[in-house]
Every structure is written in structure tokens, then in C-alpha cells.
């Protein structure tokens, strides 16, 4: 029998020694296996999303800012354009670095991928909101017309990612959302999401902890070169303008005014209400559910009982009692009916 | 031919270009004006009747089942009292059973073998093997199993178990599941391979997949005997008599809550690690109470459940019977194959403070739990050559006296030690074959198959390895 402190610590030592093997993210295997994925082709693909995304906001595109975004050296990137030179992905005109169309196709073929992917994971998976990017960001490469065509016709034919980007279809074509920064929008106009940029992700992280989703009605209620104050669906928000300048907005043309909007998740115990939307944040499978529930506007919720771990709720809902969780209970909107009983 | 052509080109344009103008929310919105509309019209047409003292009563109960003072006691006492039924109801048909299938038709198959001229050898494959270890998941498996799944469903039936469901569902959220996991978990203290088919209720398959894959953590019947057993000869052995049978429970309990326990731990690091996420959909409906239908409900489910259990003990129990006698009859050298076997586990049984024996029962006894002890019992017998107990080798025998259990136990090596790993090792290991199987017909997919039966097993090797070694640290 081996002495016991002569096991543990060889137990603790191979404990170790599997953890620094494969710990997601940071393991050998998980960084050997992200080595051998980034090979050429994705870098290819990378430096044409870059390029073409320059050229839309009327930016030219640099040795050094391709080094950038697709993480690589300087050296690494000019190998990479004379690869693409020879390719006739792009050409040198007057000193500027140019998509020809093969290479606009091209990169309309992996933004359509990347954004596909989005949506795929919005709607059809629990990830987290913040991590869609980066996930859709591996999953967009390699991909033929063929996969991109099934995955668009599993996903009903979407025109939109989660963030408003339009998605191009097949042949390349799509509508630009056409929406202003919120910072140069009139105060007090009704005013619609229709794009949330999802770069850099510090920023995008505070759009998202806020909330806020393509479709909301906002209005703008003051504005300094500090701090932008908004109404988003009932609920006020201050952000700085750094950040809410990564938020596209159009003036609403059906401009019934927003007022400010209670969710079912304010209801306390015994207290009754007018369901009138679902949240545009709510999509996919959990929208679907909440119609199925008969969560419709006008019908009549009651919070009956609390769970007693303080969570969830019970909610008489058309003479049934469905129980939703905190989460569930803010994407619903209700109207309070003082006199009804 | 062109002309046409070119008019079905241009609506296909046009509709593209319309495509992008009526906007993103354009379905959603389409579907819920369908709804909406659907719902005005039902509203109008159909009239209820008027059901307002029902409706009380159930207000009522719920307030009582999900009060904050009455909530969690009332649950507690209630699945308390379904597993004493449970255990001490299944007790007498159990004998019943084992006295007829076992000790009273054992020997007389044995005889007419024996007067048919049957060989020694076909006769003990069959009989002592095959025979012994299907009868004895039978009598061990059927009883609790016919008591506790009717309890279950009449609980279910009355309405009271999503109201549970309601009531864990923060724990099991925080621990990023779903609430309803706790009735497949529930189900899974009856057995696994019910739990597993009962996560269907899940509708995320995330949280499915979390509830399938610790479902094993739930204490299914196969096992509680070991634990009954082995908590009486060794736990309830160290404390004055009249306690005895109190601390003996108690350890039982222990370990069952453990597994509770294990399945919370076990479904935070899942959703942290490999099932990254967060639930992407949550209601649970909570149905009208209504008076159960007791006989059809005891009538369905216990006709159910006995055809279960015997197509299991003939699959799967049936060639484990086969697979130990031959092991313990076979040799190779003069000496058995259980033997050799037995000697090459024995080094890392020893390490993870348990023995060969107990390793090789386990693994015969992936089949069937049930076969655990008898299988530990008849290869402690064949390794110390006790020859006062047992049937003869490969002969699966429970004894009755505890006080002779224990000292067989101690001549094949064990110690308090052995006990309690015993204990975890039957808590946490691979689930077995028939939840395997299941898993893998729920999933459709061998890698989650094989994360759910080998992820408890290194977890179980881990766990009794350190308290052995801890245990051999400060207690000698």
C-alpha cells in the first residue's frame, strides 16, 4: 500500500497536469486545436470582412489595421494581401488597397455566414447574448452556399441578424438599415432601434446590460457631451455617448407616443393586469411559447402565488396557472387597469 | 414563353425588394396578430361555465403547498413517507419472492436437471448462473418498484408534483437548470432509466440534457439495499444497540442527500463548462388539482413496471448471470478466472480504499445494481475458501445473520474503511446498462452517452481514492 501523502500528492499533481491539458480556452489541447483552425483560409476570409467594412464606412483599409483585426503581424499581413493580390481578391489601385468583385462576393459570403450564424444562435440556443459574435465568428468559415442556403430556409428565411445588420441574401443583395447614431438625433422625437454595433465588445456589453433591442421605441429626454438620458420602452436609461453612439436609431413614422411601460414582472402577489406586448428582445423559441401560452395583448394576467424560494411566479392566464421565472416575467408588458377588479 | 419569363423574374425582384421593406419584425408580428385575432374570436363565441368553488379549493391547497412556512416541510414528509412505504412495504413481497424463486424452485431445477442426467456444467450455467441472477433481480427490483412508481403517479396524478417543481425551481436555476429536473430526479430515486425518460418533460433541450446526464446522482432502488446492508453491519455497529437503527438510517439518508447534492454541483458545472448557457425557455404549467384515479392508476403503472422489469432481467440480468458463474468456474492454471481477475484489480481497489472483489462485482454487475451483493458475497466466499457459507462457486447467496456477514467480511479484508467507500463508490459509479441504453435512445448521440456513464465513474474513483487516502492519513 502506498504511503497516503506519496498518493495525494501525485494525485494532486496529475489533477493539475489534466487541467493545464485541457481547461477549455486555456488547455494545450483547446489552444493546439484553435492553432490548427486559424490557417489560411480563415485569415483570407478575416482580411475581407475588414476590407469590406472599411470601404462601407468610407474608410481605407491599412497593412497595419488588417494586422489588427485579424490578430497577426505586420509581415503576416502583407503576405496575406499578396496571397489575395494573386487570387484577384483585391488590387492596388492609386495606393489604395480595393475588393475586386470576386472579392466583394466573396466577403458578402462570409458576412451572410457570420450573420446567419447569429441569428441561428439568437434564436435557437440559451447562449448568452454577449457570446454570439465571437462563437459566430468560428462557425462563419468554410462554409459552402449550399450549408448557408439550408441553414437560411431552417431559420425562415431571416432578414435581419439579432444586432439589425441586414443579412445578404444568396445573390449578395440586402438593404443597408439605414439608421443615425442616437447622439445626432433631435431630442424628444419618437425615435426606433434598428442596429446595435457589436464591436468593440466592452461597449457592446453595456448596450447589452441595459436591455435594449432592435425594435424598441426610445426618445431622447437630454443630452450633454457627458451623458445621453433616454426613455427605452418605459424605462429610463443614461448612458455615455461613446457608447450610445454604437446605437442606430430611425425616426418612428407612426408616432404614437411611448409612454412608459410596466412588465409583468412588476405585479406583485394578488395584483392583476392587461397583458400588452412581448419585448422585442424576446425572439425565437421563447416568443413562440408565450403565444402558445395565450400571452397575447389584452389578455388578463393575475399573480397568484410565489414560489417559496422567491422564485417564480404563478400567473392565472386564461383560466390556467403557468408559472414564469423573473427573467421570463420582464420581456412581458402590461397595462395596469385601476378599475378593474 | 419568354414574355412569361420574364413577368415570373420580375415578381420574384419585386417580392425581394418588398422582403427588406415590410421590416425585421414582420413574422412575429404576423403570427402574434394571428393569435390575437384566433383569441378575440374564442373569447366571443365560446362561453365557460361558472367554476368558482373549484377554483377556491384550489386556491387554497396551493397556498398551503406553497406557503413559505408549510412549503418545504410538507414536501420533505411527504417523499419521506413514500420511501418508508416504499422500503418497509417492499420487505415482506420481497421475501416472498426470493423464499419461492430462490429457495424453494432453485433446488428443485437443480434436481430436475440433475435427473435428466443434465451435465454438471450446463446445469450450473443455467441454474446457479442465469437462473439465480434474474430471480434475484426479480425479487429484489419488482416490489419496490410496484409500490413506489403507482405512489409516484398518484402524486403525480393529483397534481402536486409540478407545485414541487415550483417550489425548487430557484435552486435548480441558479444552478442553471431547469425546475422540472426535479421530477426526473424524483423519478430517478425509483429508478434511472425512468428518470432519464422522464426529463422529456424538459423542454429545452439544454436543461434536458443537464437533467439526463446527473440524473444517476438520484439513489435508484437497485441500490438502496446495498446501502441499507452495509450501513447496518458497519455504520449502525459502531453505536449502542438502541441506536443502532437510527444512525444506520441516518447514514442511508446521508447519502442520499450527498446525491442530491452531487446532482446540484453536478449541473453548475456542466452549465459553466461544457453545456454553456442560459435556459432558453421556462413555464411550467400548474394544472388544476383534481382526485386521482387510484386503481387504474396502480393498475397501469404496476403493469407497466412489471413487464419492465422482467424484459430487463431477461436482457440484461440473464448473460450477467451467465458471465459471473462462468468467471467463477472457468480456470486458467488451476485457478479461476474471478480470481485473476480479482488479483489484478486488487492493487487499485486497495488504492481507492475499496478491493478486487468489490471492482470485479462492480463490473459484472454493470447490468443490474441489484447483483452487487450477492455477487461480493459469493466472491469473498471463493477468494477466503470459507466453505461454511455459500452455495459453491459462481453460486450467488445472501446471508442472513448479520453478525456472519460481518465476519465473512472481515476475513476478505474489510474495514470500516471499505464500508463507506462502499457506500460513495454505489452512490457515485456508472449508471447501469439499462440506463445506459436509455440515455443513449433519449439523446441519440454515443458522446453524451459516454459522458453520462463515465464522467460519475472518474468522479466516483476520484472521490473514494481521497478519502481513503486522507482517511489512511489521520486514521491509520
Redesign the interface.
Known sequence: ??D??V??TA?IVVLVLLIALFA?ERGLVWRWREMGRLNERVYIEDTLKHIYKCQMNGRSPTIESIAGAVDINADQAAHLIAVMTERELVVMTDDHLKLTPGGVNAALHVIRAHRLWERFLADE????ES?WHRLADRYEHGRSPEELGELERQL??P??DPH?D?IP?SSG???PHGGQPLPSMPINVPLRIVHLEDEPDVIYAQIVAEGLA??QQIRIISQTPQAIRFWADGDEHVLAPVVAGNISVVVEQAAEKPQPVARLSDLKQGESAVVSG?A?AC?????????D??I????RVNA?????????M?YRIR???????R??ADLIYIRREEAAS | MSAQTEQRENIIKLA?QL???V???F??QL??DL??DA??LADRAVT?PDSKERFDLD?TI??LV???VW??PMMILLFALVFWITITGANVPSGFLSSILIDQLHPILKGAAASIGMSAFLSGLLFDGMYLATAWVISVMLPPMAIFFPLFTLLEDFGYLPRVA??????F?KSGAH?KQALSMMMGFGCNAAGVVATRVI??P?ERLIAIITNNFALCNGRWPTQILIATVFIGALVPPALAGLVSALAVVGIAVLGVLLTFAASWTLSH??L?????????????YRPPRVWQTIYTSMIDRTMYVLWRAVVFALPAGAIIWLSANVSIGGVSVAEHLINFLNPVG??IGLNGVILLAYIVAIPANEIVIPTVLMLTVLVTGTSSQGAGAGVMFEIDSNTTLLNLLHAGGWTLLTAINLMLFSLIHNPCSTTIYTIYKETGSLKWTAVAALSPLALGL?VT??VA??W??FGG
Not at chain 1, 283 to 291: D, I, N, S, T, V
Not at chain 2, 166 to 171: A, R, T
Not at chain 2, 276 to 288: A, H, M, N, Y
Open positions: 500500500m502506498p497516503p501523502v498518493a495525494l494525485f477549455p440556443t440559451g447562449l448568452e457570446g425562415g428565411y432578414t435581419h439589425g441586414p441574401s443583395q440586402f438593404v432592435p425594435g412581448i422585442p425572439r425565437g423559441a421563447e416568443r413562440r411559447r408565450f403565444l401560452l395565450g397575447l395583448s389584452g389578455t397568484e402565488f410565489l414560489s417559496p424560494s422567491g422564485d417564480p404563478a383560466e390556467t396557472l403557468i408559472a414564469l421565472r427573467e421570463q | 425581394d422582403r427588406w421593406e421590416g425585421q419584425g413574422h412575429e403570427m402574434e393569435y390575437t383569441a378575440r365557460r386556491r396551493d397556498r406553497t406557503s413559505r412549503g418545504f415550483f417550489n425548487l425551481d430557484n435552486i436555476k425546475g423542454d429545452s439544454r463548462t461544457i454553456r448557457g442560459e435556459v432558453s425557455t421556462f413555464s411550467l404549467e400548474l394544472p388544476p486497495i488504492l476520484i481514492f481521497v487516502q486522507v489512511r492519513l
